[in-house]
């Protein structure tokens, strides 16, 4: 299965404005709790691979070989 790129900005956008019409929270709290969810997100898709960092999507299908240029990963690795 193939995992599309991910939209982090869509995502936050999507968080601060269940947080402000939903729970009525301030413009502040509703930030504060997007860029933590992003922030773990974002964390789940970066290899673990010392040599590597990069995004998850950035690998051949998703788990194999990374295309970023000069990269000697080959596997993705999860936390
Ligand atoms: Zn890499
Ligand atoms: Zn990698």
């Known amino acids: 299965m193939l995992e599309k790129r991910f939209d982090f900005n869509k995502m936050y956008g999507r968080i601060v404005r ?3 019409d939903k729970k ?3 413009k502040e709290k509703a930030n504060m709790i997007a860029q ?3 922030r773990r997100e ?4 970066i290899c673990k691979n010392s040599e590597c ?4 999507h950035d690998h051949l299908r998703n788990n194999e070989v990374c295309l970023i240029s000069r990269c000697g990963c080959e596997k993705f690795v999860r936390a």
């Open 18 to 20: 269940y947080y402000l």
């Open 24 to 26: 009525h929270y301030t």
């Open 36 to 38: 933590q969810v992003v």
């Open 42 to 45: 974002l964390q789940q898709r």
């Open 53 to 56: 960092g990069h995004l998850l």
